[in-house]
T-cell receptor, first 112, second 113 residues
């Protein structure tokens, strides 16, 4: 059974600080990883994806992947109140047919 | 505008009354999928389709049917809905495979009484 684990939170971070979201996965065959942001009652929106070990930066967001430790993280710099949402981590295998396995999400609250 | 369109946005029905939730994408994506999202359980895949006339079960397929007669459309059919199918449903698509970036529809909130 493939699993993606996230701390459900809530994770409370002051405005302007760095928010750090973490995720672990069980399937060593997973090769692609995604971070989705979901506002309450809305659909998930892709904000970052990463395929290789190391860091990937896009604006205020940095995704980090460590395949040896089966660990994925998302850093949000200069956190804004609009970043308050649930963040879903997802992993995909290399086969292509299996669906993404989603974590249950971490609820992030940015305090003004 | 590139998008995945789901309808209806909200649906209230009664046990046993057949219903269809439509999903259409205009991005020429080969892969399409249905997910349900429940509090405490996260997103779970119901069915997926790798291409026209090719569909397969996901993690929670019981009580659902799908079809893929055209590349752009992937309807979800509940032949005899039950209260445990009350959930938020999302259709999603990607270019060719499930392990690529998924684009989600706006969701359908279904209540089965």
């Amino acid at each position: 059974q493939k699993e993606v684990e996230q701390n459900s939170g809530p994770l409370s971070v002051p405005e302007g600080a760095i928010a750090s979201l973490n995720c672990t996965y069980s399937d060593r065959g997973s090769q692609s990883f995604f971070w989705y942001r979901q506002y309450s009652g809305k659909s998930p929106e892709l904000i970052m994806f990463i395929y290789s070990n190391g860091d990937k930066e896009d604006g205020r967001f940095t995704a980090q992947l460590n395949k040896a430790s089966q660990y994925v993280s998302l850093l949000i710099r200069d956190s804004q109140p609009s970043d308050s949402a649930t963040y879903l981590c997802a992993g995909g295998s290399g086969g292509g047919a299996d669906g993404l396995t989603f974590g249950k999400g971490t609820h992030l609250i940015i305090q003004p | 505008e590139a998008q995945v369109t789901q309808n209806p946005r909200y649906l209230i029905t009664v046990t046993g009354k057949k219903l269809t939730v439509t999903c259409s994408q205009n991005m020429n994506h080969e892969y399409m999928s249905w997910y349900r999202q429940d509090p405490g359980l996260g997103l779970r895949q119901i069915y997926y389709s790798m291409n026209v006339e090719v569909t397969d079960k996901g993690d929670v397929p019981e009580g659902y049917k799908v079809s893929r007669k055209e590349k752009r459309n992937f309807p979800l059919i509940l032949e005899s809905p039950s209260p445990n199918q009350t959930s938020l449903y999302f259709c999603a698509s990607s270019w060719r495979a499930a392990n690529e970036k998924l684009f989600f529809g706006s969701g359908t909130q279904l209540s089965v009484l």
